[in-house]
T-cell receptor, first 112, second 114 residues
């Protein structure tokens, strides 16, 4: 089945130690999004790629970076995780921005 | 600033009854609206999308949109215990959410009582 796959499902890292989360899709969608969701809060858009065009939300911390080496993969890099970055990170895709977004299962990030 | 507001609940509904979930949005430029269901610890799952004023039905679910009032609702008929979850309302700029991403509400926690 066509899917949005996030790895790992659970990630534990140390305070200040860089971490990378990955997302892959078999849907061949043009747009890929990264959201951050903290407990009992709404998902918050961090950034998105439309093809190779990167769009950063104004309030996304500089500590967060993203890469999209090809259509299928997108990565979220957190350069120096702080305790406040502990959250569920959700990847979503959309065919062309005119179709609904479909989410992966998420990666739950814990910071020690 | 774009905002989507929902009553956080919990909303408790007896099994078999109709559950009614509501949402308002601040950005009049929003053109597409979505309801996602999210179980605890899981990712959001798309339930309904709606783009035009009026009602849209899909099985036990009916989405309602009133752009003049900036109001979106979701009705769940014949509620089942498996419907117990948090329901997220989301608004987007384009007809499909737009390439700019969605603005989500915090969600309404729905509990279906057997």
């Amino acid at each position: 089945d066509a899917m949005v796959i996030q790895n790992p499902r659970y990630q534990v890292t140390q305070f200040g130690k860089p971490v990378t989360l990955s997302c892959s899709q078999t849907l061949n969608h043009n747009v890929m999004y990264w959201y951050q969701q903290k407990s009992s809060q709404a998902p918050k858009l961090l950034f998105h790629y439309y093809d190779k065009d990167f769009n950063n939300e104004a309030d996304t911390p500089d500590n967060f970076q993203s890469r999209r080496p090809n259509t299928s993969f997108c990565f979220l890099d957190i350069r120096s995780p702080g305790l406040g970055d502990a959250a569920m990170y959700l990847c979503a895709t959309s065919r062309d921005g005119n179709q609904p977004q479909h989410f992966g299962d998420g990666t739950r990030l814990s910071i020690l | 600033q774009k905002e989507v507001e929902q009553n956080s609940g919990p909303l408790s509904v007896p099994e078999g009854a109709i559950a009614s979930l509501n949402c308002t949005y601040s950005d009049r430029g929003s053109q597409s609206f979505f309801w996602y269901r999210q179980y605890s610890g899981k990712s959001p799952e798309l339930i309904m999308s709606i783009y035009s004023n009026g009602d849209k039905e899909d099985g036990r679910f009916t989405a309602q949109l009133n752009k003049a009032s900036q109001y979106v609702s979701l009705l769940i008929r014949d509620s089942q215990p498996s419907d117990s979850a948090t329901y997220l309302c989301a608004a987007g700029q384009g007809s499909g959410g737009g390439a700019d991403g969605l603005t989500f509400g915090k969600g309404t926690h729905l509990i279906i009582q057997p």
